[in-house]
């Protein structure tokens, strides 16, 4: 099914997709609006919201005896068992925290304080969260931090230049799945291997949270120690992150209530909601599946909803690269340069980075929203993408983050605003 540009959903079933997201067309004040801020914000599933506030407004507790407890403790464990399909994960431990970025501190904190080891690698293009986890540890436990860099022509890092970092004195690798400054899409199955074969029994942890909303994950070809993903950017709500986490990463010792068992890093009582919200994500996407799949069971119809979503984003990266309807495409509009921009889409999110000949990154975001699109400007003195814009030599870039439920009328419409902008721009020089 799988090609290299992409193949878009149909008319009818774009529009059934659209009816369920809030606010794809409309801003809350029904203003005509087109949000291509995904890889920051996320459009919002109706039904997730509608099963965070059905399950929040109860006010049993899941750790009693009685009916409502127990229906409680029924939606987390159906929540926890949606989030090992969304991974493919068959053991270890599922851990929600607050945010994403709170669980890998602590995934990267547990290793780092009780795995033997001199170094540890990660690359240049990670996020915060990760990147500043491990530079603290190094710190606090006398290693050396090795960074990988970025190839400047993909937007992502080489497999070579993160395992010749690698020895047998690494206590961890963390590197993300996919940029989200970039969208350039990491090698993770070829990192694992490469990196396990230099030194067997290496903890890997990644970062899936730009990556999960846009492809299959699969634990079992990728077997790392620890993974992370956001709800709120795939479909569903803020106010929690999850964290899959390998037996060996989850026994490590940890911030842990003594009661519980050695593998648990649950503090607290759970929050039901928030399970009930990932199975709402998962009920989505195997819903799209199940129109191309006659598959039952639910991780396979999730895979087959994952693999098409890819397949129509990869085909809208390609109309907002080349054109559609008439109307060019970033490649091909005066005054606009495309970043990291190369012909193998397999290798990409949908995502962009581009600059303006006449105009600064921000002043480009507010002439877009002038104009009724939402971007954001990655610049290169903001503490979320100065390390990454510096590795390409860039002092700033615009980010477009368009969504599976956005339709190629869509993309055409985002190019002809570019498009204005571009000739605006020109003329006050």
Same mark, same amino acid.
């Given at each position: 099914?799988?090609?290299?540009?992409?193949?878009?959903?149909?008319?009818?079933?774009?529009? +059934?997709?659209?009816?369920?997201?809030?606010?794809?067309?409309?801003?809350?004040?029904?203003?005509?609006?087109?949000?291509?801020?995904?890889?920051?914000?996320?459009?919002?599933?109706?039904?997730?919201?509608?099963?965070?506030?059905?399950?929040?407004?109860?006010?049993?507790?899941? +750790?009693?005896?009685?009916?409502?407890?127990?229906?409680?403790?029924?939606?987390?464990?159906?929540?926890?068992?949606? =989030?090992?399909? =969304?991974?493919?994960?068959?053991?270890?431990?599922?851990?929600?925290?607050?945010?994403?970025?709170?669980?890998?501190?602590?995934?990267?904190?547990?290793?780092? +304080?009780?795995?033997?080891?001199?170094?540890?690698?990660?690359?240049?293009?990670?996020?915060?969260?990760?990147?500043?986890?491990?530079?603290?540890?190094?710190?606090?436990?006398?290693?050396?931090?090795?960074?990988?860099?970025?190839?400047?022509?993909?937007?992502?890092?080489?497999?070579?230049?993160?395992?010749?970092?690698?020895?047998?004195?690494?206590?961890?690798?963390?590197?993300?799945?996919?940029?989200?400054?970039?969208?350039?899409?990491?090698?993770?199955?070829?990192?694992?291997?490469?990196?396990?074969?230099?030194?067997?029994?290496?903890?890997?942890?990644?970062?899936?949270?730009?990556?999960?909303?846009?492809?299959? =994950?699969?634990?079992?070809?990728?077997?790392?120690?620890?993974?992370?993903?956001?709800?709120?950017?795939?479909?569903?709500?803020?106010?929690?992150?999850?964290?899959?986490?390998?037996?060996?990463?989850?026994?490590?010792?940890?911030?842990?209530?003594?009661?519980?068992?050695?593998?648990?890093?649950?503090?607290?009582?759970?929050?039901?909601?928030?399970?009930?919200?990932?199975?709402?994500?998962?009920?989505?996407?195997?819903?799209?599946?199940?129109?191309?799949? !006659?598959?039952?069971?639910?991780?396979?119809?999730?895979?087959?909803?994952?693999?098409?979503?890819?397949?129509?984003?990869?085909?809208?990266?390609?109309?907002?690269?080349?054109?559609?309807?008439?109307?060019?495409?970033?490649?091909?509009?005066?005054?606009? /340069?495309?970043?990291?921009?190369?012909? !193998?889409?397999?290798?990409?999110?949908?995502?962009?980075?581009?600059?303006?000949?006449?105009?600064?990154?921000?002043?480009?975001?507010?002439?877009?929203?002038?104009?009724?699109?939402?971007?954001? +400007?990655?610049?290169?003195?903001?503490?979320?993408?100065?390390?990454?814009? /510096?590795?390409?030599?860039?002092?700033?870039?615009?980010?477009?983050?368009?969504?599976?439920?956005?339709?190629?009328?869509?993309?055409?419409?985002?190019?002809?605003?570019?498009?204005?902008?571009?000739?605006?721009?020109?003329?006050?020089?």
């Amino acid at each position: 099914m799988s090609s290299s540009r992409g193949q878009l959903f149909s008319e009818s079933m774009m529009e +059934e997709i659209k009816r369920r997201f809030h606010y794809v067309d409309h801003d809350v004040d029904g203003r005509s609006r087109l949000f291509f801020d995904n890889a920051g914000g996320s459009f919002r599933l109706k039904s997730a919201l509608e099963a965070f506030a059905q399950i929040d407004a109860l006010p049993d507790c899941p +750790e009693r005896i009685h009916e409502r407890a127990l229906f409680l403790q029924d939606i987390q464990t159906r929540g926890e068992d949606d =989030i090992r399909r =969304i991974l493919n994960a068959r053991d270890g431990s599922v851990y929600l925290s607050l945010t994403a970025s709170a669980g890998m501190f602590e995934m990267v904190r547990a290793v780092m +304080e009780n795995v033997p080891g001199s170094n540890a690698v990660t690359t240049i293009l990670e996020h915060p969260s990760s990147f500043d986890a491990m530079t603290l540890y190094c710190e606090r436990t006398g290693k050396t931090l090795r960074v990988a860099p970025s190839n400047a022509e993909t937007g992502g890092v080489d497999v070579d230049a993160i395992v010749s970092l690698i020895d047998d004195d690494t206590a961890l690798l963390s590197v993300m799945y996919a940029s989200n400054i970039s969208g350039a899409k990491l090698d993770i199955a070829a990192i694992v291997e490469r990196a396990r074969a230099r030194k067997p029994g290496l903890f890997i942890i990644v970062d899936a949270v730009q990556h999960a909303p846009h492809a299959v =994950i699969d634990l079992q070809k990728t077997p790392v120690d620890g993974i992370n993903f956001a709800p709120y950017k795939f479909f569903g709500c803020r106010g929690a992150g999850v964290a899959w986490l390998s037996k060996r990463l989850a026994e490590l010792p940890h911030h842990r209530l003594a009661a519980r068992e050695n593998s648990v890093w649950e503090l607290g009582s759970p929050a039901p909601a928030h399970f009930a919200v990932v199975s709402a994500m998962v009920n989505y996407v195997a819903w799209i599946g199940a129109q191309f799949s !006659d598959a039952e069971d639910r991780r396979e119809l999730f895979v087959q909803g994952m693999q098409r979503i890819e397949e129509h984003e990869r085909a809208l990266l390609a109309l907002l690269l080349d054109g559609v309807d008439g109307q060019r495409g970033l490649r091909m509009i005066e005054g606009v /340069k495309v970043f990291w921009d190369h012909d !193998d889409l397999t290798r990409r999110d949908l995502i962009a980075g581009i600059g303006f000949d006449a105009l600064d990154p921000t002043a480009a975001v507010r002439a877009y929203e002038e104009r009724g699109v939402i971007v954001y +400007e990655r610049i290169a003195t903001s503490l979320y993408s100065g390390r990454m814009l /510096k590795s390409f030599n860039l002092a700033g870039a615009v980010r477009v983050s368009p969504l599976h439920c956005h339709s190629p009328g869509d993309i055409a419409r985002f190019l002809a605003v570019t498009e204005d902008i571009a000739s605006d721009s020109r003329r006050v020089v």
